[in-house]
C-alpha cells in the first residue's frame, strides 16, 4: 500500500480517537454536573461543620472545567488531523495517461539499455578471452591447479 495511503488512514484514525476521547470528557463531566447543582443549592443550608461543601464544589467545577478545556484540545487536534490528512490528499498527483505511457516507455528503455549493457560486456569479455588464446592462465575450480589450456 502506498505509503500516503497509510499516512492518511493514520492522520483519520487519530483524528477519530481524538474525537471519541473528547466525547469521553464530555460525557463525565455531564455526570459531574448534577453533583455540582446539588452542592451549590446546598451550600447555604446543610448541615456543614467542617465546610467541605464549598471546597468539594470548587474542585469539581475545576475538574469540570478542565475536561471540558481537555476536549475541546482533543477537538482541536482532531480538527488537525483531519487538516493533515486532507492536505496529503490533495498533495498526491494523479498521472494522466500520457504520464503514465511516457513512465512506462522511461522504465522499458531503461531495462533495455541494462540489458545491453550486460550483453556488451559479456561480448567483450569473450573477445577479450579469445585474444588471449593459450597465453591465458586460469585456476580451474573443479581440479584446483593451473589450467593452462584455456
Do not use: F
Request: glycine share 6%; net charge negative.
Amino acid at each position: 500500500m502506498d505509503d500516503l495511503a497509510l499516512l492518511h488512514r493514520g492522520d483519520l484514525e487519530s483524528a477519530r480517537l481524538s474525537r471519541d476521547h473528547a466525547d469521553a470528557l464530555r460525557r463525565s463531566s455531564e455526570v459531574l454536573r448534577p453533583i455540582t447543582v446539588a452542592l451549590r443549592v446546598a451550600d447555604g443550608r446543610a448541615y456543614d461543620p467542617s465546610g467541605i461543601i464549598p471546597q468539594l464544589r470548587t474542585a469539581l467545577d475545576e475538574w469540570i472545567g478542565r475536561h471540558e478545556e481537555g476536549a475541546r484540545d482533543m477537538d482541536a487536534r482532531a480538527t488537525a488531523y483531519e487538516a493533515n490528512a486532507a492536505s496529503r490528499v490533495s498533495a498526491v498527483k494523479t498521472l494522466t495517461l500520457a504520464e503514465m505511457v511516457r513512465q512506462l516507455a522511461h522504465n522499458v528503455l531503461v531495462c533495455a539499455g541494462a540489458a545491453a549493457l550486460a550483453l556488451m560486456a559479456y561480448h567483450t569479455i569473450e573477445k577479450w578471452r579469445g585474444h588471449l588464446g593459450d597465453n591465458a592462465v586460469a585456476v580451474s575450480a573443479e581440479r584446483g591447479h593451473l589450467d593452462g589450456n584455456r
